[in-house]
Each structure stands twice: as structure tokens, then as C-alpha cells.
């Protein structure tokens, strides 16, 4: 079952529910900051909040500061069998060779900046069509998000999943020499 991400609302409504409302009230910018680095992901979320009442003596907002640095958020976001980098792991283990490569050379870019399909092409040296059904694919396991801005659909990383193409961004073949030989 696929759940979208969820509100600011929704998603102190999820802590507070696991970590007790009494917390979440009684910090509500913390939880919000939470909230905001989970990227509103049910998963992340749930893993906060799990953390919240297996540490109770934690503030909201030692959590929130534990999540503030970029390169240890995503081994925050871990508690037992829940597990965000290892969830995408597996989405990402489901790419084909050539989506899992497109996948970290587009991490590259600016993880707040959507890009369409032709922008893609060009930075992986490919036809756009190629392009276009490798985003797709990608976008099919909940790594891309398809935006529709006006008559074109753009792609963009979600920020937890940026994190993690940009640490594949050392595995695999390098941006010159793509899966299959070739750019077309």
C-alpha cells in the first residue's frame, strides 16, 4: 500500500498519536521541524515517533536537532526493522541498470530544483524519449515525482530521497560511460 506524504497537520497528528500528545503539544515548532525533515514520509515519521517513546526522556526538539545535518538524517531515520535508507534501497534495487545510473547522475543537481525530461537528456548525453521512460520508471518505484507544470511534466527528488541518490552517486558506472553502452 503506497501512502502519500503527509501535512504538517497530518504529521503531528501521526507523533502525537505514537509519542503522545502531550509531547507534540508541548513542542510544537519541534515537532514541526520533524515533521518537515521526515518530509511528511509515514515511514520517517513513524520511525520518530517510535524513537520519541522508546527515549522518552528526549525533547522533541533533540530529535529535530539530531535531524537538522543532511549526512546523518538518513541514518537517523532507523530504529530495528524500520529502516528509511534501507526502504529505498530496495525501490532502488528494482531499477534496471540504466534508471539506477540515471538515477545518481541526476543527483548531481540541486536537490530543491525539479527538472523535465529534456533537461535530463541533456545531462545524461541521451535522447529525451530514453530519458523520459528511464524518469518514469524511476518515478514508478516512489524515487522521482512527477509534477505537472503546465503543458510539460517536471521530476523532482524528494529531499530524504536526494540524500540518498547522492550517496550512490559512488557506485556504479560514472556520468561518461552509462549502462548499456552508449547514450542512445
Known sequence: ???????????????????????????????????????????????????????????????????????????????????????????????????????????YRDGDSAFTARQAAVELRWPEGRAEDVLESISEVRLLDIIADGDQLRYRYRPLVWLFAREQRGRGPGPQSPPGGGTG
Open 1 to 107: 500500500m503506497r501512502l502519500d506524504p503527509l501535512d504538517a497537520a497530518e504529521g503531528r497528528l501521526l507523533l502525537a498519536a505514537l509519542a503522545g500528545p502531550g509531547r507534540v503539544a508541548a513542542e510544537p515548532d519541534a515537532a514541526d521541524r520533524i515533521v518537515a525533515r521526515c518530509d511528511g514520509l509515514p515511514l520517517a515519521l513513524r520511525i520518530c515517533a517510535a524513537r520519541l517513546a522508546a527515549y522518552p526522556q528526549w525533547r522533541l526538539a533533540h530529535l529535530a536537532d539530531r535531524l537538522a545535518p543532511a549526512e546523518r538524517r538518513l541514518g537517523e531515520l532507523s530504529l530495528g526493522s524500520l529502516d528509511v535508507r534501507a526502504t529505498l534501497s530496495r525501490c532502488h534495487a528494482r531499477l534496471a541498470p540504466t534508471a539506477r545510473y540515471a538515477f545518481r547522475v541526476l543527483a
